[in-house]
């Protein structure tokens, strides 16, 4: 196996750490401890506490929002407009493959997404920053493929979406207690079956005119 330079040390570490007790709740001593690091090496590579954050979300967002923008630009290359099914499926099925692949750094990653989707001092912006210009696209898809959406509700149910992603990667178990052990918030085969025509029949409930099945 590689070993880690500091710096992936500091990375690995702090990500775990803010995925688990939050940005509020972690501080670079905490990080730098476990990295068994000096604090001068994080002011060194990051610059402070917000700059390491900010740098463990651009890293993977970069990664996301790619392989995000070619499965759609896939869809669309298939049909556009296309089915508002596949185009959900290829903003979610991208999430998913990450978290259930062998890489289990990447479920730190969406915890630390969980912390900062729900953030209100800071939240939005670094999410805007990261993720909206891929969002856009994917909105635009959905524009045609529902000509007479209302635009209020197309970005309610973006906003609806979004939370959705944010609670189901936040793996917090609630479910798991809630349902007597029937659902585990852990079982992200269950989910994908689930969430892709759970959020589609949201958007064509609010966005699509009854009886317009044009893409059914």
């Not at 880690?4 to 990500?15: P, T």
């Not at 973006?158 to 793996?171: E, K, N, R």
Request: hydrophobic fraction near 40%.
């Amino acid at each position: 196996m590689k070993k880690l330079s500091n710096k992936e040390r500091i990375v690995a570490v702090a990500e775990r750490l803010f995925a688990e007790r939050g940005y509020d709740g972690t501080s670079l001593r905490e990080i730098t401890r476990e990295a068994g690091v000096d604090v001068a090496l994080v002011r060194y590579h990051f610059g402070n506490k917000q700059g390491l954050f900010d740098e463990l979300l651009r890293r993977r967002a970069e990664a996301l929002n790619l392989e995000r923008s070619d499965a759609l630009d896939a869809v669309l290359a298939r049909n556009d407009p296309a089915p508002v099914e596949e185009i959900v499926d290829a903003f979610t099925h991208t999430l998913l493959n990450k978290v259930v692949s062998e890489d289990p750094t990447w479920r730190s990653y969406f915890g630390m997404l969980a912390q900062v989707n729900n953030n209100p001092e800071w939240g939005g912006k670094a999410m805007s920053r990261h993720f909206d210009p891929l969002v856009r696209r994917f909105l635009d898809a959905l524009r045609r493929a529902m000509p007479d959406a209302d635009e209020t509700n197309l970005f309610w149910c973006y906003h609806f979406w979004s939370g959705a992603l944010t609670l189901t990667f936040a793996d917090t178990k609630r479910i798991d207690a809630l349902s007597g052990g029937l659902c585990h918030s852990s079982d992200f085969e269950a989910v994908h079956q689930r969430l892709v025509p759970f959020i589609s029949a949201g958007f064509r409930a609010l966005c699509q005119p009854q009886g317009d099945n044009t893409h059914d």
